[in-house]
């Protein structure tokens, strides 16, 4: 009875570690631990995990010792890039700072660069308050640059001889437009009475004007000389005054500034730049700013 007793406790435990190696599964060799195959599993038992395939060339299954050493070979990587990053992002911060004192150095320079223009420019007029400019006058071997301006000058009723020019000579023009002369006066005055006087030159007499000018049929142009940026200043305001039906611009010939006339009974507006003009013509579209920076720029807003 005893030797029955002990033989059923030794089936009993032989049959739990049976029950206990079937339930040990191994996912390398794909065997429960007493050598069952796949086709044995319980019903109720969890199908495998699928793992990750890899390709170097060819498609192969990692081993399970292989796939966590690539686990934390990635979670190196990934805690090296994130360091990276933060110092990707400090450095952004540091040059943002920067690239803003930047942005205000170049600002202020840009202003400073812009009033040294207009100093210059202004100083460049003003040496040349004793010049007058002459079109359509007739100058050849026979009659001289100096000869023509002091016979026009009679004309126009400032009488003067050589002496009281410093220089008279023909300027660079362009190809199909009337020739352009400059004289240049010793005194100031002088040369303003010639402007004052230059309206005469519609009563010159028409034996005189085939004397004066290369062609009869035109009258001789009497401008003052100003300089090339104010030139392109004038060209702006003129363009404004066809294009918005405004009535007229002209040039100081005192002092060479710009001056605009809105309407027929309006007063004259003083047009020192650009934006001077975009405020007097706000639809006006200026293909460059003269003796100004572009209110446009930086994303600034230009209320005229």
Known sequence: EDMSHHGNSQQNSDRRQSKASRNSY????SQFGNGYQHDQMP???LQQPQLPHFSNGESELRSVQELWKFMQHL???LSIARSDHAKLLDDFVELRHVNSKLSKVVD???????????????LDQYSRRENVCFTNLLVNESNSCEDQVVLLCE???VDIVKDDLVAAHPLKGKKGK???????FKDRSTAQKVFRNRKSTKNISPDKKKLLFENPEKGVGVQPNITYKRAALLGQVNDAVRFGGLNSCWVDYKNGNVLLRMNANGNPKLIRNTADLLICVPTFEPKEFLFCESPFLNNTEFTP
Not at 26 to 29: E, G, K, L
Not at 108 to 114: G, L, M, N, T, W
Not at 178 to 184: E, N, S, V
């Open 178 to 184: 009337a020739p352009r002369f400059i004289a240049r």
């Open 43 to 45: 019903r109720q038992q």
């Open 108 to 122: 202020r320079q840009a202003e400073a660069i812009c009033k040294l223009e207009v100093e210059l420019d202004n």
């Open 75 to 77: 979670e190196t990587e």
């Open 155 to 157: 004309q126009l009723g």
């Open 26 to 29: 191994c996912p390398v060799t």
